[in-house]
């Protein structure tokens, strides 16, 4: 695969190679033209990108959320999350929320409020993650994916953002969400 992307700054892509294809991720190796005018090489992870959801059991005075104690071969064990996933090929961020959620919790949310997109690892990787709060939740069967190893966790919104403070929910994404959770609920 070759192509070009400069924009009309003449900044970005001169041409882009792909090395790796898989299942979740691809990666090129890009040529590049940076501000200074000069150009190098860059090895870009291209991802598909994701959504995740924060679920809101319920909203009263002391606001209940759904985590996910997931293991992650990465990681070497399970570490505390939101429910998340990557987006199919043409699916909105919403919908790829709605069917994350209803996977890995069974649950399915009347209401879905963007908190907002972040990108990941903007050093070597496109992967941007388009972060919901869901509300109004209806529970059901989950539907785990065969490498799937995971159970649910309900807390309080002020218990899991105590567990970020203390480092022990260490998921980039979980953090983010959870705290922009906080802020949006305090609020209301």
Do not use: W
Request: hydrophobic letters at 40%; a negative charge.
């Amino acid at each position: 695969m070759e192509s070009s992307s400069e924009n009309a700054s003449g900044l970005g892509r001169v041409s882009s190679r792909r090395v790796y294809s898989g299942k979740v991720i691809s990666v090129d190796l890009d040529e590049v033209r940076f501000p200074n005018g000069t150009t190098g090489e860059l090895e870009i992870v291209r991802h598909s990108g994701a959504s995740a959801v924060v679920p809101l059991i319920d909203s009263a005075e002391a606001p209940r959320i759904v985590l996910v104690k997931q293991y992650r071969y990465a990681t070497n064990g399970y570490i505390y999350e939101i429910p998340a996933g990557r987006l199919a090929p043409d699916e909105t961020p919403e919908s790829c929320a709605s069917r994350e959620l209803k996977e890995e919790t069974g649950y399915s949310a009347a209401v879905f409020k963007k908190l907002t997109t972040i990108y990941t690892t903007p050093g070597f990787t496109d992967e941007s993650i388009h972060i919901f709060v869901a509300e109004r939740l209806t529970p059901g069967k989950p539907a785990h994916e065969p490498d799937e190893f995971l159970e649910l966790c309900p807390v309080s919104l002020a218990e899991a953002v105590e567990m970020v403070r203390a480092a022990k929910i260490v998921d980039a994404k979980t953090c983010i969400a959870l705290l922009l959770a906080e802020l949006m609920l305090g609020s209301r």
